[in-house]
């Protein structure tokens, strides 16, 4: 781990304990995935576009796909505001009990849920966060800002962040095509604005630890000007009718 704390990130002294406790406590079929869960440089654009944007505490927070409380934890903008965590997966769950033990989430509360299923009250949220969460075949961009967007205030944000479709053919090419579900951005931008977001923020993500992968994704950019991931922040503009 760098020296210097990035943008937007805190608690990064408390990182080797969070590790400990996911390797002592995922299930053995989510141990492999572990060092990602504990990897705070994923956490990196989304920190530093809340830092950018995000001021003042007491805010309402919806954080879809929370898995192990990551976010919660390590992203400063999140620190003093009330904040529901949800994910589908009950592996996740008992990590709610164990950070809380240990004086973090102490204004956060988990919900095992469905993302399409669950209720807020209109206009009641002042930032929804989707990170990590769309590459999910199963989950549906369109469909779930539809879904949600009605619980967010105007003049609240959305975070989300993305797969690239334009960039599936380079992975086909290397023989490395995943099963990661894919979004054309001019059309993730075209359907925010559509229907009553405005785009505050739009970036490419810098998360990954590796060197190798760093140099590969900064040529992508700078040979074919696409990235393989985009972050997004947006203000919703108009009350829902």
Same mark, same amino acid.
């Given at each position: 781990?760098? *020296?210097?704390?990035? @943008?937007g990130?805190? +608690?990064?002294? #408390? !990182?080797?304990?969070? /590790?400990?406790?996911? /390797?002592? +406590? ?19 654009? =989304?920190? !530093? ?23 919660? @934890?390590?992203?400063?903008? =999140? ?9 589908? %997966?009950?592996?996740?769950?008992? &990590?709610?009990?164990? &950070? ?22 209109? /206009?009641?949220?002042?930032?929804? @966060?989707?990170?990590d969460?769309? #590459?999910?075949?199963a989950? $549906?961009?369109?469909?779930?800002? $539809?879904r ?10 959305? &975070?989300?962040d993305?797969?690239? *479709? ?11 095509? +995943?099963?990661?579900?894919? #979004? ?7 359907f ?30 700078? @040979?074919?000007?696409? *990235? +393989?991931n #985009? !972050?997004?922040?947006?203000?919703? %503009?108009? %009350? $829902?009718?």
């Amino acid at each position: 781990m760098s *020296s210097e704390q990035p @943008i937007g990130l805190c +608690n990064l002294d #408390y !990182a080797p304990r969070y /590790e400990e406790i996911l /390797e002592r +406590n995922l299930p053995p079929s989510f141990a492999v995935f572990g060092e990602f869960f504990a990897g705070t440089q994923r956490l990196h654009t =989304l920190g !530093a576009m809340l830092e950018s944007h995000v001021a003042g505490d007491g805010k309402q927070v919806l954080n879809i796909g929370s898995g192990a409380f990551a976010t919660e @934890i390590f992203v400063a903008a =999140l620190q003093g505001q009330t904040i529901t965590a949800v994910d589908y %997966t009950p592996e996740f769950a008992p &990590f709610y009990d164990l &950070f809380r033990r240990e004086g973090h989430l102490q204004t956060t509360q988990f919900q095992q849920a469905d993302a399409m299923e669950i209720e807020f009250e209109p /206009e009641s949220l002042d930032l929804i @966060i989707l990170h990590d969460v769309l #590459y999910e075949p199963a989950l $549906d961009l369109e469909a779930l800002v $539809d879904r949600l967007r009605p619980f967010l205030k105007p003049g609240g944000l959305l &975070f989300l962040d993305f797969v690239n *479709s334009r960039t599936l053919w380079i992975w086909k090419l290397l023989g490395r095509p +995943n099963q990661f579900r894919r #979004y054309d951005p001019r059309r993730v931008r075209a359907f925010l604005e559509g229907t009553g977001f405005e785009i505050v923020d739009w970036r490419r993500p810098q998360r990954s630890s590796s060197r190798l992968v760093r140099l590969f994704h900064a040529l992508l950019w700078h @040979i074919l000007r696409a *990235s +393989n991931n #985009y !972050a997004v922040l947006a203000r919703k %503009t108009a %009350t $829902d009718r």
